[in-house]
């Protein structure tokens, strides 16, 4: 089984409706991430967690939420879906040690495209 | 803007052959890694290197730091078609508290 999975792989949905994308891991990392990456672009940073009890927003929070339920599971709401949100979205995982950030393990992805 | 900038941004190559990928950034960093990703898949760690090491190796992967110059290469000897991907760098900033990936390098290697 995949240590990072995303649900829905796919979703097509129209302007307004609230949506929401769910990453769940078994690799037992306390800091989890949202990324969206636009075609020929790289990731850009939503929102990450480095515990449960603790949230930040990352460069694009905008029109976005999110709720970290659990040490495994990180969930990302878009609350009025709107077409320039229609992106891949990637859930990543990492574990810290001492001052330096190790690797990070990305899920396979949801592709979002809102009509 | 980006802190780690990837160029060229596409390379196109026969199988056999060696690529480079080269990374700046514009602040101090504790490490740099590189990513992979397939069309359309989560990106995969391939390698990280420390801002007090120079060189790093792993299989066909040499990677290469120069943190004077704020920059970073990454060089894949002996290509195969397998290796066609889009290849990240992410930095690690002092300054900050998580990684910044660029924009990529997309590499096609030819049969």
């Known amino acids: 089984d995949a240590d990072v999975t995303q649900t829905p792989r796919n979703r097509i949905t129209k302007t307004g409706k609230r949506i929401m994308l769910e990453c769940s891991q078994t690799?037992?990392?306390?800091?989890m991430y949202w990324y969206r990456q636009d075609p020929g672009l790289g990731l850009r940073l939503i929102y990450y967690?480095?515990?449960?009890?603790?949230?930040n927003k990352g460069e694009i929070s905008d029109g976005y939420s999110v709720s970290r339920q659990a040490q495994a599971k990180f969930s990302l709401s878009l609350e009025s879906a709107i077409p320039n949100q229609t992106a891949l979205y990637f859930c990543?995982?990492?574990?810290?040690?001492?001052?330096?950030?190790?690797?990070?393990?990305f899920g396979p992805g949801t592709r979002l495209t809102v009509l | 803007s980006q802190q780690g900038e990837e160029d060229p941004q596409a390379l196109s190559i026969q199988e056999g052959e060696n690529a480079t990928m080269n990374c700046s950034y514009k602040?101090?960093?504790?490490?740099l890694q590189w990513y992979r990703q397939n069309s359309g898949r989560g990106l995969v760690h391939l390698i990280l290197?420390?801002?007090?090491?120079r060189e790093k190796h792993s299989g066909r992967l040499r990677v290469t730091l120069d943190t004077s110059k704020k920059s970073s290469s990454l060089l894949i000897t002996a290509s195969r078609a397998a290796d066609t991907a889009s290849y990240f760098c992410?930095?690690?900033?002092?300054?900050?508290?998580?990684?910044?990936f660029g924009e990529g390098t997309q590499l096609t290697v030819n049969p």
């Open positions: 690799k037992g990392h306390d800091r």
């Open positions: 602040t101090s960093i504790n490490n």
């Open positions: 990543a995982t990492s574990d810290f040690k001492g001052a330096s950030y190790n690797e990070q393990f």
């Open positions: 992410a930095t690690d900033e002092t300054s900050g508290s998580r990684l910044t």
């Open positions: 967690s480095f515990d449960v009890k603790d949230i």
């Open positions: 290197i420390r801002s007090n090491e």
